[in-house]
């Protein structure tokens, strides 16, 4: 009986600590707790893998971390940063795009969690104070999803009419919905539906089809929503467009400004000043930055000597990412002031392949 | 000891043993997989399938595929107001432009893990937009392969308009919500579509050009799109 009771216990032991080394990463997490600054996601679509490099103010590496989720982060799909924490959406593997979580990096806690949204590859999504609002079109039908932070509890609805969602964003209890929608006679267009946050409840639908078909992020700045149109719908065809659309929630009107570059594919915020990165993300061309004051509309322009297919503005510098390299900007005296790059591609292994997909900012 | 509490402790020693097999096979990382996939995957589809799609044959054809469009032209891609009638394909140095133009195919090589050695094609939708079939059904997504994939041809079929590819596109789309065709020899089926399938089906239902070789038989493997004469390359990653 004595032999029988230490068997069990042994073995009981034994199953445990299996159990907790399964769960646990194998690696120090508590590296997101250290300082570093911005953080450079390299990912494949191949198998579900994907390495974090972290990188110091001074752009040398602090760490990289290694995760079994395939094709995370995407230049049209950009991590988003929200109270400390990080979400970036990973796709799995390219041919099944069967992963149904958002990828969550609690940078004061050091640890990472993956919310299911219960959207197979989710192709745009938006983080607010309460939610994640995510989308995805499959076999004809385009789903939205709102999953509660607090509890993870997820709401669907479908959209009806939707070929696609571009962009989303909320401001105010109100969540809108960049749509591209497609006719019977092949002809593109675009919609901007509004939905109350809380209850997903219509409250407006515009056609936006004269602003555009494909568009950057959404930004807002007092009660204006800010975003770049990139493409429009012209003679049957998609053509480049080079305008800033700028929605008066008050007033319901839409104004365009005119830029000195076209595609304005991704848009920063800091204070008055709008940051426009001009890249076609799809044809990996790059070209410059404008910056545009919001409130006195002044509009310059600069020309980038390297590519750049993201940008982040934070506390007076400008990171900006290319398939290859990290590239930093001081912003001070409203000037783009070239301070600093590395190289940050750091898997370089034939099989998988991984490219670099994204970055976020401490 | 006493038989009774031997026979108790062997029973014990199987049931620990059973869960921890059970246990170790939930963690490995095939039990993960396998858990995420289609409910239409079978063993006997996927082994009827591989049949087709040995690992070496397959790598040797992307070899001869890829050899074959690097030592042959690579065109620009159709001006708006082309004319199959009379205008021809224009050859261009270089590897021509990542493609945006509804209509114009995609086709990677690569390899995905624990699936069909077969790379994977598409079909442009919008600027930033592409449409291709996969296990769980037809999607809308980033027209990110000139990142995302290792490698990547662009190729436009020589003898349609612009319109008639943005037709074909808008054909792809209508067959949203059919499930994945696993008998990759079935390609007369419309019921259910495989990723080439889908590409090759909307040319030869709406103008009756057939974009498959010889290759597989009546199979359409995604780089056969590229390796046709009916297909001008118009980019190469």
């Given at each position: 009986m004595k032999q029988l009771r230490n068997f069990l216990l042994?073995?009981?032991?034994?199953?445990?600590?299996?159990?907790?080394?399964?769960?646990?990463?194998?690696?120090?997490?508590?590296a997101y707790l250290d300082d570093f600054r911005i953080g450079v996601i390299e990912t494949t679509g191949q198998e579900n893998k994907t390495s974090i490099s972290l990188y110091n103010e001074s752009l040398d590496l602090v760490t990289s971390l290694d995760y079994k989720l395939g094709s995370m982060g995407s230049f049209f799909c950009l991590p988003q940063k929200k109270d400390n924490k990080v979400y970036v959406v990973p796709e799995g593997i390219s041919t099944l795009s069967d992963l149904t979580v958002v990828f969550c990096i609690d940078l004061t806690k050091g640890t990472t969690e993956e919310i299911d949204i219960g959207l197979?590859?989710?192709?745009?999504?938006?983080?607010?104070?309460?939610?994640?609002?995510?989308?995805?079109?499959?076999?004809?039908?385009?789903?939205?999803?709102?999953?509660?932070?607090?509890?993870?509890?997820?709401?669907?609805?479908?959209?009806?009419?939707?070929?696609?969602?571009?962009?989303?964003?909320?401001?105010?209890?109100?969540?809108?919905?960049?749509?591209?929608?497609?006719?019977?006679?092949?002809?593109?267009?675009?919609?901007?539906?509004?939905?109350?946050?809380?209850?997903l409840a219509l409250i407006n639908e515009?056609?936006?089809?004269?602003?555009?078909?494909?568009?950057?992020?959404?930004?807002?700045?007092?009660?204006?929503?800010?975003?770049?149109?990139?493409?429009?719908?012209?003679?049957?065809?998609?053509?480049?467009?080079?305008?800033?659309?700028?929605?008066?929630?008050?007033?319901?009107?839409?104004?365009?400004i005119d830029l000195a570059m076209k595609y304005p594919a991704q848009l920063a915020l800091e204070k008055a000043s709008l940051y426009i990165l001009h890249a076609s993300l799809p044809t990996q061309e790059s070209f410059g930055i404008s910056v545009f004051n919001l409130d006195t509309h002044r509009l310059v322009y600069y020309e980038l000597s390297h590519e750049a297919f993201q940008i982040i503005v934070k506390d007076n510098m400008l990171y900006s990412l290319g398939n290859t390299s990290l590239y930093t900007y001081d912003l001070s005296d409203d000037k783009l002031t070239f301070v600093s790059e590395a190289y940050v591609k750091q898997r370089t292994e034939k099989q998988p392949y991984y490219y670099v997909s994204s970055m976020f900012v401490n | 000891?006493?038989?009774?509490?031997?026979?108790?402790?062997?029973?014990?020693?199987?049931?620990?043993?059973?869960?921890?097999?059970?246990?170790?096979?939930?963690?490995?990382?095939?039990?993960?997989?396998?858990?995420?996939?289609?409910?239409?995957?079978?063993?006997?589809?996927?082994?009827?399938?591989?049949?087709?799609?040995?690992?070496?044959?397959?790598?040797?054809?992307?070899?001869?595929?890829?050899?074959?469009?690097?030592?042959?032209?690579?065109?620009?891609?159709?001006?708006?107001?082309?004319?199959?009638?009379?205008?021809?394909?224009?050859?261009?140095?270089?590897?021509?432009?990542?493609?945006?133009?509804?209509?114009?195919?995609?086709?990677?090589?690569?390899?995905?893990?624990?699936?069909?050695?077969?790379?994977?094609?598409?079909?442009v939708a919008s600027s930033s937009t592409i449409i291709d079939s996969l296990a769980?059904?037809?999607?809308?997504?980033?027209?990110?392969?000139?990142?995302?994939?290792?490698?990547?041809?662009?190729?436009?079929?020589?003898?349609?308009?612009?319109?008639?590819?943005?037709?074909?596109?808008?054909?792809?789309?209508?067959?949203?919500?059919?499930?994945?065709?696993?008998?990759?020899?079935?390609?007369?089926?419309?019921?259910?579509?495989?990723?080439?399938?889908?590409?090759?089906?909307?040319?030869k239902d709406k103008f009756g050009i057939d974009l498959n070789t010889s290759a597989y038989g009546a199979v359409v493997h995604p780089s056969e799109l590229v390796s046709t004469p009916k297909t001008g390359t118009i980019y190469v990653k």
């Open positions: 042994i073995t009981a032991s034994a199953l445990c600590i299996f159990a907790c080394s399964s769960c646990v990463s194998g690696q120090d997490e508590s197979r590859g989710a192709t745009a999504f938006f983080v607010n104070d309460d939610y994640i609002f995510s989308s995805v079109s499959w076999n004809g039908e385009t789903s939205l999803s709102r999953t509660s932070l607090l509890d993870h509890k997820t709401d669907h609805t479908s959209l009806d009419s939707v070929f696609f969602v571009n962009q989303i964003y909320t401001y105010n209890n109100r969540l809108f919905l960049l749509c591209m929608t497609s006719t019977d006679s092949g002809s593109l267009g675009s919609r901007l539906i509004e939905l109350d946050t809380e209850s515009t056609d936006f089809s004269e602003f555009g078909v494909s568009f950057s992020n959404i930004t807002h700045y007092k009660e204006t929503l800010v975003f770049g149109s990139v493409h429009r719908w012209s003679d049957m065809l998609e053509v480049d467009d080079q305008r800033l659309v700028l929605y008066d929630l008050s007033t319901n009107s839409v104004a365009t | 000891m006493h038989k009774s509490k031997r026979n108790t402790i062997s029973h014990l020693i199987a049931i620990l043993v059973v869960v921890v097999l059970a246990f170790s096979t939930m963690l490995s990382p095939a039990y993960a997989n396998s858990a995420s996939k289609n409910k239409e995957t079978s063993l006997e589809k996927r082994f009827a399938a591989a049949d087709i799609y040995d690992e070496g044959s397959c790598d040797d054809y992307a070899r001869a595929v890829s050899d074959m469009v690097l030592s042959s032209t690579v065109f620009a891609d159709k001006s708006e107001n082309f004319d199959p009638r009379s205008d021809q394909l224009t050859a261009v140095r270089g590897f021509g432009t990542y493609p945006t133009r509804r209509g114009v195919i995609l086709v990677t090589d690569d390899k995905y893990k624990n699936l069909f050695p077969t790379g994977h094609a598409g079909i769980d059904g037809v999607k809308i997504r980033a027209n990110n392969w000139n990142t995302a994939h290792k490698t990547c041809y662009g190729v436009t079929v020589g003898s349609t308009t612009v319109a008639q590819d943005a037709q074909a596109v808008d054909w792809c789309g209508t067959k949203t919500g059919k499930p994945y065709n696993y008998d990759f020899s079935n390609v007369s089926t419309r019921s259910k579509f495989y990723c080439s399938q889908l590409v090759w089906a909307a040319f």
